[in-house]
């Protein structure tokens, strides 16, 4: 099984990186967060940790305190890691700046050189002797390297609704990144680089519909690689230069936060809709209980989704289980905040 599912990440892989142009950018595309998978990544109108650099950049200027996170994953048995570090660090007037490091990377990866092949398919297909043996003729390794770099201003503003009614209050973010991208197969090495920007606007529900128990709602929109992005490829012993295509991307999420005071907790539904290639729907739930412990169920595109938080002081510690079609995956993370 663990063949079969190299073999598959391999021709992924090599199409992805070399061939398939308008998708480049898929292994993006996993996302960048522990709390976040765990809500199904339906993250773009919280986005209130590191991850949201990647999720909806604007919303880091929710983060009055440095954080840093660190996140590792194990995707497809094993067989490949996804990790993840961000820090971020709030400045004057409302103002909040984040690096974000996402790597995935794939190691011994089997290489059977063609070279030594006899005849043709309908040859060999007759004198079995004449087929490749099935071990390697070496092994290359796959990594690829997303870094970007945000920017969040927060702004709050009282819309005034006329003497009849009354002033709804509204919390404004803006952000956006600059992304470098670095994909290297074996010898062969591919750059780009792109733009994101985002907005998140937050308000009361319970001044809208004057009940004092209800929450907040948020909505967010984050437009990721406008105007696409290029990957330049140097392909060793090529003279031409291979271009990939990165394509734009929109995320547009919705998230309820209502507190519940009575048990000393609150519960947050959030939903995106991730309109990259087909419409992508994103449903989250989570339910924290104090600042010591936090619980998720997601689902999105037939995946479910779970995680949990503890928390200790400036500690969190969090975890998340994917299912997948090719296997099921786990991801750990810490985020310290000072």
């Given at each position: 099984?663990k063949?079969?599912?190299a073999?598959i990440?391999l021709l992924?892989?090599?199409?992805?990186n070399l061939s398939a142009g308008?998708?480049?950018?898929?292994?993006?595309?996993i996302?960048?967060?522990?709390?976040?998978?765990g809500?199904?990544?339906?993250?773009?109108?919280?986005a209130?940790d590191?991850?949201?650099?990647?999720w909806?950049a604007?919303?880091?200027?929710?983060?009055?305190?440095?954080?840093?996170?660190l996140?590792r994953?194990?995707l497809?048995?094993?067989?490949?890691s996804?990790?993840?570090?961000?820090v971020?660090q709030?400045?004057?007037n409302?103002?909040?700046?984040?690096f974000?490091w996402?790597r995935?990377?794939?190691?011994?990866?089997?290489v059977f050189?063609e070279?030594h092949l006899?005849?043709?398919?309908s040859?060999?297909?007759s004198?079995f002797?004449y087929?490749?043996?099935g071990i390697?003729?070496g092994?290359?390794?796959?990594t690829d390297d997303?870094?970007?770099?945000?920017?969040?201003?927060?702004i709050?503003?009282d819309?005034?609704l006329?003497w009849?009614?009354?002033?709804v209050?509204?919390d404004?973010y803006f952000?956006g990144?600059?992304?470098?991208?670095?994909r290297?197969?074996d010898e062969?090495?591919?750059?780009g680089?792109?733009?994101?920007?985002s907005l998140?606007?937050r308000?009361?529900l319970?001044?809208?519909?004057e009940r004092?128990w209800?929450?907040?709602?948020a909505?967010g929109i984050n437009?990721?690689?406008?105007?696409?992005?290029?990957i330049?490829?140097?392909v060793?012993?090529d003279d031409?230069?291979?271009k990939?295509?990165?394509?734009?991307?929109?995320?547009l999420?919705?998230?309820?936060t209502?507190?519940?005071p009575r048990?000393y907790?609150?519960?947050?539904?959030?939903h995106?809709?991730d309109?990259?290639?087909?419409?992508?729907?994103?449903?989250g739930?989570?339910?924290?209980y104090?600042?010591?412990?936090e619980?998720?169920l997601?689902?999105?595109d037939?995946?479910?989704?779970?995680?949990?938080?503890?928390?200790y002081k400036n500690f969190?510690?969090d975890y998340?289980?994917l299912?997948n079609?090719?296997?099921?995956?786990?991801?750990v993370?810490?985020?310290?905040?000072f």
């Open positions: 099984m063949l079969k599912i073999i990440i992924f892989m090599i199409t992805f308008r998708y480049a950018g898929e292994f993006m595309v996302g960048s967060g522990v709390r976040s998978s809500m199904g990544k339906a993250f773009t109108a919280l209130n590191g991850s949201a650099i990647y909806n604007s919303g880091i200027a929710q983060l009055r305190s440095t954080e840093i996170g996140m994953a194990f497809y048995s094993g067989l490949a996804y990790d993840n570090f961000s971020c709030p400045l004057p409302e103002v909040t700046i984040g974000n996402t995935l990377s794939i190691d011994d990866i089997p050189l070279e006899v005849g043709n398919p040859f060999r297909s004198y002797e087929n490749l043996t390697p003729d092994k290359i390794t796959s997303l870094l970007q770099f945000a920017f969040a201003k927060h709050h503003y819309l005034d006329g009849l009614f009354f002033d209050p509204f404004l952000g990144n600059i992304k470098y991208i670095k290297k197969i062969s090495i591919g750059n680089t792109g733009f994101d920007f998140l606007a308000t009361s319970s001044v809208i519909l004092d209800m929450g907040d709602i909505l437009f990721q690689d406008i105007g696409g992005t290029d330049t490829w140097a060793v012993d031409s230069d291979h990939d295509e990165v394509i734009m991307n929109s995320k999420g919705v998230a309820i209502q507190p519940i048990i907790s609150s519960i947050v539904l959030s995106d809709i309109y990259i290639y087909n419409k992508i729907h994103h449903t739930f989570e339910f924290q104090k600042d010591f412990l619980l998720r997601g689902y999105y037939t995946n479910f989704t779970t995680g949990i938080t503890i928390i969190s510690l998340a289980f299912t079609n090719l296997a099921s995956t786990n991801r993370g810490l985020r310290v905040k």
